[in-house]
């Protein structure tokens, strides 16, 4: 049987391995994969934030709250992010870009596709936005989001840093916490 391709490894090359450890684990955790953590939530303040946050599905604000991530991996290399933050579920696809968008990871929510760019960063993992779509449609650059994420390790474990702003409405939401694999035993 042909083992599913790795995403990041593939996106990265080389670089990948300077990647910090858990960071690289992470993104080569067998599929299926579960892990928890704990994270802290902020989202802009304004009503039109909301209502995009909330279209969404993404996090509520709290200072502190549980995350369960799940990751599957299709033998493609397509891989399913299932975020749960407090009970408050969201998930994307994230594959390889193809055409115009070869080279790029391609997140997809629902009708909306984000191109990212994944680089190495002093053993970070950093993703910035570089084209987005809907229905298909490619959008201007200048209405996309603004967005910054990395991944790095903290107290040898993986930690991430989300940032997604818009033009003219600000913050929509900052994300940022860790996650550890979640032990079968302890469900057992």
């Not at 080389?14 to 989202?43: L, N, Q, Y």
Request: aromatic share 10%.
């Amino acid at each position: 049987m042909k083992a599913a391709r790795l995403l990041y490894d593939e996106a990265l090359g080389r670089a990948i391995e300077r990647v910090a450890e858990p960071v690289r684990a992470f993104h080569r955790a067998a599929s299926p994969a579960h892990f928890t953590g704990r994270a802290r939530v902020d989202r802009g303040t304004n009503r039109i934030a909301h209502f995009i946050a909330d279209m969404m599905g993404l996090p509520a604000a709290s200072p502190d709250c549980v995350i369960e991530f799940r990751l599957t991996r299709d033998i493609d290399g397509v891989e399913t992010w299932r975020r749960t933050f407090a009970g408050t579920s969201f998930a994307s696809t994230q594959e390889q870009g193809r055409g115009g968008w070869s080279g790029l990871i391609v997140e997809r929510f629902g009708l909306m596709a984000f191109a990212l760019a994944a680089t190495e960063d002093r053993g970070r993992l950093r993703v910035v936005p570089r084209h987005w779509s809907v229905f298909g449609i490619p959008m201007p650059a200048f209405l996309g989001p603004r967005a910054d994420g990395f991944e790095h390790n903290a107290n040898d474990r993986f930690n991430f840093d989300v940032v997604l702003c818009l033009p003219l409405i600000g913050l929509i939401v900052h994300y940022r916490g860790w996650l550890e694999p979640k032990s079968e035993a302890a469900t057992a």
